[in-house]
């Protein structure tokens, strides 16, 4: 994928982060996707999620796979390390890497094709390890760089370019990682910034693997009329859950907890999510609620968006293995190897 | 009582039984009884792909000398199996002896006259001195040890030690397994003329050796290279490489200060996760492993080629088996060679290392991550199901305390400040390798890695002249590493002069083809000898080859494939090159070396051969 790299030039006055950084310093390469595509503008949400986290760039890792959405890891956070893989199996890589170095800060982007076709399986297993990241899926329905077949979420009746009609049904990430045990399950739409950034900036605090679909509607092959990815039909579908604020710790909370309609959700870290709006009977607790819940809407045609799982309870991959704290990348030598005496000593189980 | 007759030390005898038993531990009690007996010992493990009720065996051959190939001549056979009853019988030497559980009585038709049989009812003494149906069957297998025992001399003093060391603090299961020894030894020696004529007599040579399995001594290796992430699918016959692993770093890897964990173990949901994981974990820059057989490696394909290109370190531990496809699982075979040197798509290399018994698993073990890191790329140990699982006496593993780890090129944060500007793919050194930087290091050593087309400035390319300049210098470092693979071993024959020809091997074959080459010395025909250790092959393999008018390859596969990589990949003519294959999928014996080198020479010469051991191979069939 080629890239022109853009400098960080900050106009005077711009404002800056906790770090002392603008949202500039967390841009990468000029996007060399389609004009008007709908990951460009998860992109940019992703921006300026991670500038008003006041993350450090170089402790970012990107990791991706294959597709259009696995490019746009090259558009943001340029001082960070990136990692384009291979086609599905960006979830390994990403667990592997993880496994080294735990402090590092996980972005896995992928899309409908690499996670939900080739890389179905990789996605599951790395949900159920409970791998510390933000997982994105920029979700548009259809293979884009092969010029437009269909992708397995596409839905039932979604026509593409040329007419043909999608027959079998779709692969539904936010169902599928409910019902395997995701501990933070989100839907959003790359047009409604406003809802993707808060939830974004609680994925990357979520103490697991935080699963963020977002319906990213391809303009080249899957923006006309019969398909169900595009701008208009998912403008016209989507209704918000409920809306979930992230509040940093020590931050006040200007509604008061326990007002109808509001609920928190405390993060390992100390920081809240704040959900309002939310439905008579809704929990974002609930897993067998919000399955529910969800269900009735997609019943009705509707889209259901926002953070609507989302449990803190659960340990990641190194808690439930009981990694030391140190990043096993760090630690030293001496203490990995056990050295001749300890050698000597084992030959004589080998008598 | 010695007689003229008396073989000491110097002979074989194999188990027939039925899998899921119990078997396996009493056939492991006597070899480990002879090899604490000071005497060289090699025990083979023929099992089945299956868990319970298929026909087993184990075969053990004792030989003062330190032979441990796999001998084809049996002295005795222990008849516990009467599924296999017939072809058990067939395979006992003329003048050997036939032991067998006569609680049932035996077909007169099996009966042969060159064969002495001895029945002993091991099912009606069990059932008459155990309540429980499990405990009669299990204690049967120690009841036959007990009868082994008495007839080969086998100090029965050294066998309860090892009862005592193994059941030490199950006391009820202890003296069971007493009692059914005495109940074995006591009926031989009341019933027959105790100890046979070939028999085991205490030596000296095992002072400085121990008794283990090369997938053990594999993850000792990754242990003390200081491998933190392994991830692996579990595949026959790679599994207890990382259960091994694991068992260690719980021992040795717990903090002792916090309790927790320096090592990161993961089961994937398959083999490409597997490969994945440790690709991720090197770029991260931790030591990784993965441990696996042939269908895993068909799997991993993609991501190798991902490891090569991009550049990232990465050891495989291959433990070879049966192929293609689903093969013979619980067999052992050399041939994924060539799917090893070139796997995956494009032009592609890789740095392969060849044990040929436990003891080089370590070192190899060792050396795959010091080659993986010092040259960015993927290193796949081979080892092999007979190298793997069985247990072979080999010196004692030791470590050198001063020993560094080559990490390789790998930009400190200091020499990253330093830096202009960090290119990824620039910068090499006389060994083509380039710097690399961590993830979370310093802003400035930014950059991504990629699988697709790159330059060496490390940015995304589609233009000739930036791609071939890369993959140009990914073929040098490919090249470079030939000098860092171990060496070849290579010995002189014993004629005199320069020998015509050679035997050229790799792996497990080591034994066998070193024992056929005393063997043909001491019928005159005299031979060089040479054990490939590693690919890219040096330039003292090429020589050596070079140097003879025929070099007789010697493989277990169908399509010589190590001649086939020998031909591609150095200038040795190919006339200079014959191959010998064994691929059934049992260990090489030197019998069979010493057959297929005569017809090969077109001198066959069956009788002397079979004298030898070259019996043809009668245990085909028990697929699981």
Known sequence: MPSISKPIAAPPGSQTNDLGLTVRHYEGAMSTLCAGCGHDSITAALIRALWELSIQPHRIAKMSGIGCSSKTPTYFASGAHGFNSVHGRMPAVATGAAAANRELLYIGISGDGDSLSIGLGQMSHAIRRNVRMLYVIENNGVYGLTKGQFSASADVGSKLKKGEENQMTPIDPVFLGLSIGATFVARSFSGDKQQLVPILKAALKHRGLALVDVISPCVTFNDHEGSTKSYLYTRRHEKQVAQADFVPPAREISAPIGAEGVTTIAMHDGSLVRFSAVPEGYDPGDRARVFDYLQGQQAQGLIPTGLLYLDESVPDMHERSNTSDTPLVQVPFESLCPGSGALERLMEDFR | ?624
């Open chain 2, 1 to 624: 009582m010695p007689d003229a007759n008396s073989r000491v030390n110097d002979f074989a005898f194999k188990l027939a039984n039925v899998n899921g038993t119990g078997s396996a531990s009493a056939n492991g009690l006597l070899m480990q009884a002879i090899f604490r007996m000071g005497i060289p010992v090699s025990g083979k493990n023929l099992f089945p792909s299956n868990i319970q009720g298929l026909p087993t065996w184990y075969e053990i051959r004792v030989n003062k000398d330190g032979r441990t190939a796999r001998a084809l001549d049996y002295d005795l056979i222990v008849a516990m199996n009467a599924q296999t009853y017939a072809r058990d019988i067939k395979e006992v030497r003329p003048g050997g002896y036939l032991l067998f559980d006569s609680s049932w009585p035996l077909d007169k038709d099996l009966r042969r006259a060159d064969v002495t049989f001895l029945g002993v009812p091991f099912a009606q003494l069990c059932v008459e001195h155990f309540r429980e149906p499990r405990e009669r069957i299990l204690m049967k297998n120690v009841a036959y040890a007990g009868s082994v025992i008495a007839l080969l001399d086998i100090e029965l003093s050294v066998a309860e030690e090892l009862l005592q060391e193994t059941f030490g603090k199950k006391k009820a299961l202890l003296e069971s397994n007493h009692e059914a020894l005495k109940l074995g030894y006591d009926f031989a020696k009341q019933n027959f003329e105790c100890p046979l004529a070939f028999r085991a007599r205490r030596m000296n040579a095992n002072g400085d050796k121990i008794l283990i399995d090369g997938n053990t001594a594999t993850a000792l290796g990754a242990l003390y290279a200081g491998c933190t992430v392994a991830a692996w699918y579990p595949i026959t016959p790679a599994t207890s490489v990382m259960e091994s692993f694991k068992t260690l770093c719980e021992r040795y890897r717990k903090d002792p200060q916090t309790g927790k964990s320096n090592f990161a173990i993961l089961q994937a949901e398959d083999e490409l996760a597997a490969i994945g994981i440790v690709i991720g974990a090197g770029w991260a820059g931790a030591r990784a492993f993965t441990s696996t057989a042939g269908p895993g490696i068909s799997l991993m394909n993609e991501f190798l080629g991902l490891a090569y290109y991009a550049e990232i370190p990465a050891v495989l531990v291959d433990v070879q088996r049966v192929g293609p496809s689903t093969g013979m699982p619980t067999r052992t075979q050399q041939a994924d060679l060539l799917l090893c040197a070139y796997a995956s798509h494009g032009d592609t290399k890789h740095i392969l290392l060849f044990p040929a018994h436990p003891a080089e698993c370590f070192e190899f073990a060792v050396k795959s991550f010091d080659l993986a890191e010092r040259f960015q790329t993927p290193v796949i140990l081979m080892s092999d199901l007979d190298i793997g699982m069985n247990d072979w006496v080999v010196p004692r593993l030791t470590w050198d305390d001063s020993y560094k780890p080559d990490r390789g090129r790998v930009l400190s944060p200091e020499q990253i400040e330093k830096l202009t500007a960090f290119h990824r793919y620039s910068n090499e050194d006389e060994n083509f390798v380039t710097p690399r930087t961590l993830p979370g290091v310093s802003p400035k050593g930014a950059y991504l890695t990629r699988g697709s087309g790159h330059n060496r400035l490390g940015g995304y390319t589609e233009l000739p002249d930036e791609y071939q300049d890369v993959v140009d210098r990914l073929a040098g470092k490919h090249r470079a590493a030939a000098r860092f693979i171990p060496p070849p071993v290579i010995e002189k024959g014993q004629g005199k002069g320069r020998a015509p020809f050679s035997l050229v091997t790799l792996g497990g074959c080591d034994a066998a083809v070193r024992e056929a080459l005393d063997l043909l010395s001491k019928r005159g025909i005299h031979g060089d000898y040479m054990r490939i250790r590693g690919f890219p092959f040096g330039a003292e393999a090429e020589t050596f080859l070079n140097a003879h008018d025929v070099n007789y390859i010697v493989e277990q596969n169908r399509d010589h494939q190590l001649k086939s990589l020998i031909a591609l990949e150095t200038s040795v003519p190919k006339e200079r090159l014959k191959s010998l294959l064994f691929y059934g999928g049992f260990p090489l014996s030197a019998g069979q070396v010493v057959e297929g080198f005569l017809s090969a020479i077109g001198r066959p010469d069956r009788e002397a051969a079979r004298g030898l051991g070259g019996m043809p191979d009668v245990l085909s069939g028990a697929e699981g």
